[in-house]
């Protein structure tokens, strides 16, 4: 009996629960998601047809307690879906620093209202959107529930083995000045690693001129 009970306890060690292995297939279908979406390229994100203001930014802020300043660039567009269950947008926008898929950096970010605007077809609403005209503020929240799709993400560090940060939840927040001329703002969201990464937070505020 003592030799069944050693049998028993060695397979149940030797063998990963079920539930770990769908943790385990979950994350490498995420990843395989992350492989293919890095082909596309913030070239292709700038140079979106349905684009109908383009600003370029500063982005100064921090992640995981670093600090950090970048470049990087707005785009609204018409809106793109009009079928959704997280309300359709008024318009579309996303920020765009660097490629966190290809060419992880700190603080590199891709943030999107739809997938459209980073090149794909399945035109898929990301986030909530509520704009006032009379502060000419849009108020942008990733929804949580289509977070694993992998469209908006940000990475902490440089180098092939940096974590991307899928953007779960947060705002951002930007106004427009000078009759959109100018865009001023500020970012707020948290992420969480492919891997066994904790929850992680990027701040920063965002400001730029119209180049498009």
């Not at 009970?5 to 397979?11: A, G, I, L």
């Not at 293919?36 to 994100?45: G, P, Q, W």
């Not at 000419?136 to 977070?147: C, G, K, L, N």
Request: hydrophobic letters at 40%; a positive charge.
């Amino acid at each position: 009996m003592l030799t069944t009970m050693k049998n028993q306890q060695s397979e149940s060690l030797s063998k990963p629960s079920a539930k770990f292995l769908n943790f385990v297939a979950r994350r490498l279908s995420l990843f395989t998601a992350f492989l293919v979406t890095s082909v596309v390229s913030t070239i292709a994100f700038m140079s979106s047809a349905t684009a109908q203001l383009v600003y370029q930014v500063t982005i100064t802020g921090s992640v995981l307690q670093y600090p950090f300043q970048r470049t990087g660039f707005v785009v609204v567009s018409p809106t793109v879906t009009r079928v959704t269950q997280n309300d359709v947008n008024p318009f579309e926008v996303a920020l765009a620093s660097g490629n966190p898929y290809t060419s992880p950096q700190r603080g590199a970010i891709w943030l999107a209202t739809n997938n459209n605007l980073v090149g794909s077809r399945a035109n898929l609403d990301l986030a909530y959107v509520n704009y006032n005209p009379s502060t000419a503020v849009v108020t942008i929240r990733p929804d949580s529930r289509i977070a694993a799709t992998g469209t908006n993400i940000f990475t902490v560090m440089q180098g092939i083995t940096a974590t991307p940060y899928q953007i779960y939840g947060g705002y951002m927040q930007l106004q427009f000045r000078n009759n959109f001329q100018q865009i001023a703002g500020q970012i707020d969201v948290v992420g969480r690693g492919l891997t066994f990464s904790p929850w992680n937070r990027y701040t920063a505020t965002i400001s730029g001129v119209r180049v498009q």
